[in-house]
């Protein structure tokens, strides 16, 4: 059974406009969690992360918001731009569990120009 | 980029055949794992190492065997190729995350392409 989940496998934003990717987990002990971005025939890339005692998280045009009580985390990029084009994957980690990452299915962004 | 290579990128191999893909790190990071991609399902955990003879099963390790014997290098066995064993695997590592920030960060290989036909 999956920990992490992401529902939407697509989504599709206008240039300029606000990308907003969702993700779920189930394990309450994960209290660390980490969004992913991949292009084809590439390795995944670290984007941003954020640490269960926060709530939000924000590097550049990127934000990361996590809502505990929900299980939820969401990634925003504002302002969304065609480079941003690629699967987005979360993760997530209990550290100090021998760094085990669980990972969501991805959701392909497209930012259209 | 961190300094991880996978070998070989890409194979096609048949059905039954014994295969090993190799991952060689350059950063003396204390864990490695390896993930397999598939369509719908996302990054899965095969197996794991958290130092050098430690290895553990992830998530879909049924068919897979991992060895360790230096912390630069985690081999993954497919022991007989199935074609449910088409996939790309990527080799990833992290450092230990008792006291390191960067420990909270799993860095990627570029992958293996693997056809089992």
């Known amino acids: 059974d999956q920990q992490v989940k992401q529902n939407s496998p697509s989504l599709s934003v206008q240039e300029g406009r606000i990308s907003i990717l969702n993700c779920d987990y189930t394990?309450?002990?994960?209290?660390?969690f980490l969004w992913y971005k991949k292009y084809p025939a590439e390795g995944p890339t670290f984007l941003i992360s954020?640490?269960?005692?926060?709530d939000k998280n924000e590097d550049g045009r990127f934000t990361v918001f996590l809502n505990k009580s929900a299980k939820h985390l969401s990634l925003h990029i504002v302002p969304s731009q065609p480079g941003d084009s690629a699967v987005y994957f979360c993760a997530a980690i209990v550290r100090y569990n021998f760094n085990k990452f669980y990972f969501g299915s991805g959701t392909k962004l497209n930012v259209k120009p | 980029d961190a300094g991880i290579t996978q070998s070989p990128r890409h194979k096609v191999t048949e059905t039954g055949t014994p295969v090993t893909l190799r991952c060689h790190q350059t950063?003396?990071?204390?864990?490695m794992y390896w993930y397999r991609q598939d369509p719908g399902h996302g990054l899965r955990l095969i197996h794991y190492?958290?130092?050098?003879?430690?290895?553990d099963k992830g998530e879909v390790s049924d068919g897979y065997s991992v060895s360790r014997s230096k912390t630069e290098d985690f081999l993954l066995t497919l022991e007989s190729a199935t074609s449910s064993q088409t996939s790309v695997y990527f080799c990833?590592?992290?450092?230990?995350?008792?006291?390191?920030?960067?420990?909270?960060?799993?860095?990627f290989g570029e992958g293996s392409w693997l056809t089992v036909v």
């Open positions: 954020i640490s269960s005692i926060k």
């Open positions: 190492s958290y130092g050098v003879k430690d290895t």
């Open positions: 394990n309450s002990m994960f209290d660390y």
């Open positions: 950063e003396n990071h204390r864990y």
């Open positions: 990833a590592i992290s450092e230990s995350a008792t006291g390191s920030v960067s420990g909270n960060t799993i860095y």
